[in-house]
């Protein structure tokens, strides 16, 4: 995946867009989110698990897990150009997460017509270990960048 947000200039590019989205969003700040990479389409977020953010288990609450995919979801399908906002998500837990894991949401595009989308998010710790599958599906508000 190229990085484009490093490189390209023009204010509705794909970097562009999701960077502005995450200095405005402060739940995804809280979180922790550190945008790795983006394009059209794709991103890759990672997110480092908190003591605030376990259960009553101790193992990572399922909520901040959907959060990092929610995010990545609404990163990508952004990045096309128009705001987007969620009408369905569904996650298949895989593995737990524990306290100090560093998580990965790598995001890509299924489809992405005229007013839907839909997008699939991977999140892997460390390890390289699936966490949990997300599929997520996006309505296109006719608002751009």
């Known amino acids: 995946m190229e ?3 490093m490189n390209d200039s023009s204010n509705t590019s794909p970097g562009k867009i999701v960077n502005h989205m995450l200095e405005n969003d402060a739940f995804s700040q809280w979180l922790g989110i550190e945008l790795i990479e983006v394009q059209e389409g794709a991103c890759i977020l990672q ?5 605030q953010m376990l259960n009553g288990y101790s193992i990572v609450h399922g909520g901040i897990i959907f959060s990092l995919a929610d995010s990545a979801i609404a990163f990508a399908s952004a990045s ?8 369905d998500h569904s996650i298949s837990f895989t593995k737990e997460a524990v306290l100090g894991d560093t998580l990965t ?8 017509r005229f ?3 839909v997008i699939r998010v991977e999140i892997t710790n460390q390890h390289n270990e699936l966490v949990a ?9 006719s608002e751009e960048f």
């Open 3 to 5: 990085n484009s947000f």
């Open 115 to 117: 007013k839907t989308g």
């Open 47 to 51: 997110c480092t698990l908190k003591h």
């Open 133 to 141: 599958l997300v599929k997520g599906t996006v309505y296109r508000k």
């Open 105 to 112: 949401a790598k995001a890509e595009t299924i489809s992405m």
């Open 80 to 87: 096309f150009g128009r705001l987007t906002v969620a009408i």
